[in-house]
């Protein structure tokens, strides 16, 4: 309860302010030694005292202005926040800045602790608070609760070169989720590319329904800005009580559910022992691939390309292999998105470069002049500012010369972004190495963009080469792709052409380059160069020749 003489102090001093009241305390502390010298008269000290206190006064003041400024800054942040309640007594400007600074102190607070529990590009609940809540929820549930995570698969491959156009996609990505949730459903960012959502009075059936439903929503094509994105949707479930007891570990299993790095999504994947098991094998498996560099287990593979036109094999494409020391030769199919997902592709394919460049270096030693080594290219590497110095330096360190090595990347990464791609064939051009497009075809790219870019062979991709004596469609495709080939003047080669009657109708349509089981599966380097010294390989295999492509029609670049 205030008094009179509390709220009659608390009026008087507040027109002075705080720096007010403390110059005003300053100077009556002062006045009691200049009265002692004025009742002495001695008039010249007295006015070299007040000269002293005036500085004094002064400098007092000056140095306090900041607080004075700080003061009225948080008292107005205060009023702001809060309003401020007519009439209520304030006792002294000191106690009341100190019961601002305290009041902004706690504002903070709760706003960090709503900042912490936020994903700062999406605005969705993060982890710890969404399992906080799903574990109260279990904790009171007498029946059946499903967990979804949903994974956004683009983002990490878009991140790899280009990290705003990730958060971009990202946050439209999240945006269409939260709108296809709605608020009715518990929803969160759990990892940097995965989401969880839970139901809570809806039974498995029901809950499935719902997470196809959400999916095939999130599949369709997002445009961010100047992005267009065809988005890979990755479902996966659990169910409380059967997959797991608590919220956490019921998380752990949704993921295990979701599709693996380089399989085929799902509409929706449910939790089995299964998964896990899985999901522990791969993790295994990254653990071992990080010691496979330095313990010597990764080696090259090469598989012959063939030109039948001049019915000789003119260099062959370097396939990554790993001997694992208990496992022997594992599939490249099981770890090479092992490496992609763990981050170290950019150090392996480093390896690999340097690796291919000793090889074809090997070859010329060996006798077989004019050959080329075509090595895959990741979309980390070519990302990558210095790729070109590395290049020169791998080819110095191994001396072979640019015009030995081809350099391959995937329709899908040389499409990402144009503008880049072109500059940086231009420049590997410059430099002499050859580049190509590998499996073009499965990305369905736009030809206009196609024809700007200053590549030299176009790789037809084996989903359009198998059975293409067979299939009508697939040889449409084909016989535009050469003669696309045909107006750009570029080379074409077929890929994966594993019998003959696929040789002949491919080479019937114009196709003279060939890469495939047909001629021969991929080999170590010693088994390559023996294979190219006997007479009798190409011979026997390779068919009548095809008429002669016509001359091309070039198409302007």
Known sequence: MSTPGLEQASRLSRPLGYRGQILALAALAASLPLLLLV??????????????????????????????AAARLLRELTRVGQGEAAGSPRFGSANQMLADVRQIASTLEALRHR????????????????????????????????????????????????????????????????????RQRPLAQVDRDCFAIWFKELGPETAASELQAIAYVLSQEIRPEDL????????????????????????????????????????????????????????ALEQDLRTAVSGDQLLLYFQPVVDLSERRCIGAEALLR????????????????VLEQSGMMAEVGLWVLNAACREARAWEEAGLMGLKVAVNL????????????????????????????????????????????????????????????DDFGAGYSSLSSLQSLPFSKLKIDREFVSRVDERREGRAICTALIELSLGLEIEVLAEGAETLPEVQTLHALGCNLFQGFYFA?????????????????????????????????RIAR
Do not use: C
């Open 228 to 283: 267009k994105i065809s988005p890979d949707v990755g479902v996966g479930a659990a169910i409380f009580p059967d997959d797991a007891a608590d919220a956490a570990t019921l998380l752990t299993r949704a993921y295990a559910a979701l599709p693996k790095p380089g399989q085929p999504a799902k509409a929706l994947s449910f939790f089995s022992p299964r998964s896990s098991t899985e999901a522990r094998e791969r993790y």
């Open 39 to 68: 009742a002495s008269g001695d008039g010249a000290s007295l006015a070299f005292a007040l000269a002293g206190v005036g500085l004094a006064l002064t400098a007092l003041a000056l140095r306090l202005r900041p607080v004075d």
């Open 521 to 553: 599966r991929p080999m170590p380097g010693a088994d390559f160069v023996r294979t190219l010294k006997d007479p009798a390989w190409l011979e026997g295999l390779a068919p009548a020749p095809a008429p002669k492509r016509r001359a091309p029609q």
């Open 378 to 437: 990741s979309a980390v590497q070519f990302l990558d500012p210095g790729l070109n110095t590395i290049i020169v330096r791998t080819l110095e360190r191994h001396g072979l010369s640019p015009h030995s090595l081809e350099l391959e990347l995937t329709e899908t990464a040389a499409m990402a972004d144009v503008e880049r791609t072109r500059r940086m064939f231009g420049e590997l051009r410059e430099l002499g190495v050859s580049v190509a497009i």
């Open 322 to 337: 790993w001997r694992h020391p208990e496992r022997g030769l594992v599939s490249p199919g099981e770890f090479m998105p």
């Open 115 to 182: 900042l912490s529990n936020r994903h700062p590009l999406t605005e969705l609940q993060t982890r710890e608070p969404f399992l906080a809540g799903l574990q109260d929820h279990l904790d009171q549930s007498t029946s059946a609760v499903v967990l979804g995570a949903i994974r956004f698969g683009d983002y990490d491959r878009l991140a790899a070169f280009d990290q705003t156009a990730a958060d971009k996609a990202l946050k439209a990505f999240a945006a269409r989720l939260q709108e296809a949730v709605g």
